[in-house]
C-alpha cells in the first residue's frame, strides 16, 4: 500500500501563514518580556483578518474557513478587551506575566481550521481536527487561577479524548472495510456495491465506520449524544476561548460532518436503505439535539451556559439541512453559521463587557442595561432577536431555510414529520430563553448603584458591525443569493 | 441603479423619519429642515417621472426568497399614471404642509422632532399604499398610515381628547382593516395572486356570490380608512390633532387612500368582478354617509368639525361614485377634492392660529378685515366646495352627478340634495366667521398669517381654482387615460345651479350678513340630535362597547383563563419544563455521567445506522 498525496502545497499557504505568525508571536513574547501583550493580541487579530480576505478572493472561494478565520480573529480581539480579567486569573493581579500564548494560540486552531477545509482523507482529517482539539485543550484551562477554567480544560481534556478515540477506532474500521483513506462518493458506492444481500459484512463495518465517524465529528458540533462537554466547558472557560469553541470549533465540526456526509448525498433517494438509515439518524440526532439544547436553556441563569445551550440548539437547526443531502447543503449550512457566529460573537463580546464592569456573567448582570446603555442594549437585543429568528434580521432567514429544508425533505421521507413539531416548539423556546436576556436589559431594574457601562473600543466596534451585517443580510437576502 | 431611483419614494421619507427620531430628537429646527427636504425631494422626483425626464421601472424586491414559491413575498412598485399622478397629490401636498407646519408649529411646546418624523412616517406609508404592485404591500401601508394617523392625532397627548381620538381612530380602523385582511385572502385564494397586474379576467370563472363577499370584504378596509358609515366616527374627532396632519391625513390623502383602492382593484380586476350587489353596496353606503355628513355639517361650531364632516360627506360621493362603476369621476373629485379641501383646512389652521387657537366660528367674526388674504383663500376653497362654476370643484362633482345620472338616476338626486346642504354649511361657516363684529378677543386682535402660512395658502388657491380645468386635468387627475369632458348645458347643470341658489338663499335667509350672535336654528331638539352626532357615537359606546362587547369579552376571558391559558399553555408549558429539567439534570458536572450518556447514545447511533445489515 502506497498513499500519494494529492494535496498541493500552495492549498495550504494561508495555514502557514498563520503558524508562522503564531510562532513569531510566541518568539517575540519569549524575547521581547517587556512589550505590552495587547500588541500580540492586535496583530494575531489582523493577520486573521488577512487571511480571512485572501480566502473570501482566492481562487476557491473557502466558506467556512473564511467563517472560522473571522471568527477566531475576534475571539482574540475579545482577549484584547478582556486582559483585564486575564491577568487577574493568569498570574495574579495587574501582570501580564504568561499571557502571551493566550492570543497566538487561537492561530494555530485556526491553522488547523483551514487544513481541515482542505482534508480530503481521513487523515488529513484526523490530524487537522486534533490541531484544533489540543489547541482548544490548552485554551480552555488557561485561566490556571480561576478553578471553573481549570475544571473545564480537564473535562474537556477527558471527554475529547474519548471523541478522538471514537473518531480513531472509526478511521480503523472504515480503512479496513474499504482499503483506503479517501472521502469520496466512489468509495461510498464501492463499499455498498454489493448491497445489503451481496456483502452484508462489508456494508455492516462501513456503516459502523460511518457512524463512529459521525459521532466524532458531533462532538465538535455539540449535537447529541455528544453534547455533554458544552455546558460546563462553556461556563468554565475563559470567555475569549468560549467564543472560539462557540463559533470557529463548531465551524470546524460542521465541515467534518460535510466531508463525512456528502459522499453519501447519490445514496439519498427514495427507495435506498441506505438513504432512509441516513435520514432518520440526522433526524433522531436533530431533534435530540434540539430538544436538549433549546429545553435546557430555558432554565439557565449564566449567560455562558446560556450560551451553550443555545450553542447546542442552534446546532440542531443546521443539523436538519443534511436531510436535504441532494440540496445545497454546504451553502446553507455556511449561511446558517454566518448568521449564529455574527450574533453569538457579539453576545459574547457582550458578555464579557458586562463580566469586567460589572464582575458578573449572570443574566441579572444585565438588568437596566436598557436604561444606563440603551445603545448598547438595543445592539445587544438585535443580536439576540437574531439567535431567537426575530424577522428582519439574518436569524429569522436562516431559520426559516430550515424550515424550508425539513418541508422539502418530507417530500420525499415523510416518515420524519414529526420532526417538524419538534421544531417549531424549540423554536418558540428559543424566544423565551433568548427574550430573557432581553426582559433583564429593559423590564428589570438594574441594581442600586448600578453605574453605565463604558464600552471599550473594539467591543463598540464589533457588536456595530455584527448588528449592522445581521440587519443587511436579513433584509436584503439576495445578497447572500449569489 | 438608476432604474431603482422610485424606492426612494419610499426609502428617503423613512430615512429622514429615522434620522428625525434618533438623532434629532432635541434639534426640532433640524428635525423640521431635513422632513421638508425629504417632502421636496420626493416631489420633485415625482415631477420627474410625470414629466418622462425619469423613465423605467424598479427592480421587485423580494423578501425571503427561497425555493418554495408561495413562502416568497415580492415587493414591487407600480408606475402608472394612477399610481404617479397619485403620488403628485401626496407629495405635492405633503410638501406644501409641510412648508405649512413651520409657521403652524412655531412656539408650540410639544416635542416638535416626533411632530416631523410623525409627517415623514406618513409620507413613506401613504407612499407604499400608492406605489404598492399588491395587496400585501397595501396592507403594510395601510397599517403604517393607521400608525401614523395615531402618531399624529395624538401628538399632544397629554391632552386627554387628543389622546382618546388617536386611540379611537386606531381601534374604528381595526374593525375595517380585518374586513380587509380578509377580503385579501379571499382574493389570493380565488384569484391566485394578491398582484394587481396578474389579475385581470381572473374574475371570469368565479361565482357571483363568492366575488360579492371577496368585494365588499375588500370594501370593509375602505369603509373603515375613508370613514364611511357605519365607521365615519373615528374622522370628527381625528381632528383634535394639529390642523397640518388633519389637511394632510384627514382631508387630503390618508382618507382618500380606501377610494384609490377601491378605483385600483376596480382597474385591475376589470369592471365585471364588481358584481351587482357589490357595486349596489358600495353605493349606497356612500350616499348615506354623504347626506349623514351633510346633515350633521349643518349644526357644528368648530371650524374644524364643519370641515371634517364636509370631508367625510365628500368621500361618500367618491366611494357612490367607485360604486356606480365610475372610477374615473371618484378620482377626478378625489384630486381636487385633495387640494381645495387641503387649502380649507390650511386656511382654518391659519385662522386658529391667529386666533389664539379659538375653534369655534360663534367666537370669531369680522375676520374678512383682519386677515383679508386668508379670507379670500378660504372663500376660493369654499367656492370649489360648493361647486361654483368655473371652479375646480363644480367639474368633479359635474362628472360624478352626470355618471350617476347614467346609471341609477336615485343618487343622481341624493348628490343633488347633498350639494345643497354642503352650500348651506359652508356659507353658514363664511358669513359667521367671517362677517359682522368680532365677538371674541381672540379674533379682535387677530392678524395676517405669516409667509410660511400664506404662501401654501395662495399656492392650493390657485389649484382650487384651475386644477379641474381639461388642460391640467388632462395631465393630472389620477387615473390612466383620463380625458376631461366637455361641458354641456342639460339636466344635471340645472339641477346643480338650483341646488347651489336653493343653498345660498337658505344660508341668506337665516344667518343674514353676519349680524348674528347665536344659532337662529339652534335650541330645539333636531338641532340638538345634530350635535350630538345623532347619537351614532353614543349608540356604539353604549350598545357595541358597553354591552355586546363586554359580554363577549367575558365569554372570551373565560376560553383564555380556563382552556387556552388553563389547559393547553400549562400542559405545554409543563412538559416542556420537565423535559428541560431533565435535560439539564443530566449536565449535572459529573464526568462519568457525561461519559455515560454519551456513551449510550453512541451505541444508539451505531445500531441505527448499521442493525439493518
Known sequence: MNIVSTYTWCQFTPAFALVGLAALLILA????????????????????????????????????????????????????????????????????????????????????????????????????????????????????????????GIKYLVLGAMSTGVLVYGTAWYFGMVGSFNLGSDVVVSAMKGGVAGSPVLAFGFMMATALLFAGSFFKIGAAPMHVWIPDVYQGAPTPTTAFLAVASKTAGFVVLCSLALPFAPFVVPGSVVGKLLVWCFALVAAATLLIGNLGAMRQTNMKRLLGYSSIGQAGFILVFFLTLNGPVVFMVSKYLLAYALATIAAFFAVAMVRTQRGSEEIAAFRGLGKTNPRTAFLITVCFASLAGVPLTLGFLVKMYSFVAIITAMESWCCICWLLPIMVITAATGFYYYFKVIRAMYWEKAAPGAQPLQVPLCTGIVLTICVLALIYLGTMPLLLQA | MIHNLPWLFLLLPLLVAAIDWVCFNKHPRMAAALSLLSAAGTFGLCIAYLTGLQTGTPGVYTWMPCSLEQLCLHLGLVMDPLAMRMMLVVTGIGLLVHFFSIGYMKGDSSNQSRYYAGLSIFMFSMSTIVLADNLAMTFIGWEMVGFSSYLLIGHWFDKASAADAAKKAFITNRV????????????????????????????????????????????????????????????????????????????????????????????????????????????????????????????????????????????????????????????????????????????????????????????????????????????????????????????????????????????????????????????????????????????????????????????????????????????????????????ELGLPFYVSMGSLAVGILLALAIYGLGSRTKDPLAGNCLSKALRNRLYIDALYDKVLIGGLQQAFSHVIEFLDMFVIRGIICQLLVWITVRIGYLCSWIQCGSLRAYTLVSGIGLIILVLILAYQF
Open chain 1, 29 to 152: 513574547d519569549a524575547l521581547l518580556p517587556r512589550l505590552p501583550k495587547r500588541i500580540y493580541a492586535f496583530v494575531g487579530a489582523m493577520g486573521t483578518f488577512v487571511a480571512a480576505y485572501f480566502l473570501a478572493t482566492g481562487e476557491q472561494t473557502d466558506i467556512f474557513g473564511f467563517i472560522a478565520a473571522i471568527a477566531t480573529g475576534l475571539s482574540i480581539l475579545l482577549a484584547f478587551d478582556y486582559t483585564k480579567i486575564s491577568c487577574e486569573s493568569i498570574a495574579g493581579s495587574g501582570n501580564e506575566e504568561g499571557t502571551g500564548e493566550f492570543y497566538a494560540l487561537p492561530l494555530v486552531a485556526c491553522a488547523g481550521i483551514l487544513c481541515l477545509t482542505q482534508a480530503r482523507d481521513l487523515v488529513m482529517l484526523f490530524v487537522s481536527l486534533e490541531v484544533i482539539t489540543l489547541t482548544s485543550y490548552v485554551l480552555a484551562g488557561y485561566f490556571r487561577r480561576n478553578q471553573g477554567s481549570i475544571e473545564a
Open chain 2, 176 to 487: 375595517g382593516d380585518f374586513g380587509f385582511l380578509l377580503g385579501i385572502l379571499l382574493t389570493l385564494g380565488l384569484f391566485g395572486t394578491m398582484n394587481f397586474a396578474d389579475m385581470a379576467g381572473k374574475a371570469a370563472g368565479i361565482p357571483t356570490a363568492v366575488l360579492t363577499v371577496t368585494i365588499v370584504c375588500l370594501f370593509c378596509g375602505a369603509v373603515g380608512k375613508s370613514a364611511q358609515f357605519p365607521l365615519h366616527v373615528w374622522l370628527p374627532d381625528a381632528m383634535e390633532g394639529p390642523t397640518p396632519v388633519s389637511a394632510l391625513i384627514h382631508a387630503a390623502t390618508m382618507v382618500a387612500a380606501g377610494v384609490y383602492m377601491l378605483v385600483r382593484l376596480q382597474v385591475s380586476m376589470g369592471a365585471e368582478a364588481f358584481t351587482e350587489t357589490a357595486c349596489c353596496i358600495i353605493s349606497w353606503v356612500g350616499a348615506i354617509t354623504a347626506v349623514l355628513a351633510a346633515i350633521m355639517a349643518v349644526q357644528q361650531d368648530d371650524i374644524k368639525r364643519i370641515l371634517a364632516y364636509s370631508t367625510l360627506s365628500q368621500l361618500g360621493y367618491m366611494v357612490m361614485a367607485v360604486g356606480l362603476l365610475a372610477g374615473e369621476a371618484a378620482m377626478f373629485h378625489l384630486y381636487t377634492h385633495a387640494w381645495f379641501k387641503a387649502l380649507l383646512f390650511l386656511g382654518a389652521g391659519a385662522i386658529i392660529v391667529c386666533c389664539h387657537h379659538e375653534q369655534d366660528i360663534w367666537k370669531m367674526g369680522g375676520l374678512r378685515k383682519r386677515m383679508p388674504l386668508t379670507v379670500l383663500c378660504f372663500m376660493m376653497g369654499t367656492c370649489a366646495l360648493i361647486a361654483i362654476p368655473g371652479f375646480s370643484g363644480f367639474f368633479s362633482k359635474e362628472a360624478i352627478l352626470d355618471a350617476a345620472l347614467a346609471k341609477n338616476p336615485t343618487f343622481f338626486w341624493i348628490g343633488a340634495g347633498v350639494a345643497a346642504l354642503t352650500t348651506f354649511y359652508m356659507l353658514r361657516l363664511c358669513i359667521v366667521a367671517f362677517m359682522g363684529p368680532a365677538r371674541d378677543h381672540g379674533a379682535e386682535h387677530a392678524k395676517e398669517a405669516g409667509f410660511t402660512m400664506a404662501l401654501p395658502l395662495l399656492v392650493l388657491a390657485v389649484m382650487a381654482i384651475i386644477s379641474g380645468y381639461g388642460f391640467l386635468a388632462n395631465d393630472l387627475v389620477p387615473f390612466n387615460g383620463f380625458h376631461a369632458h366637455g361641458f
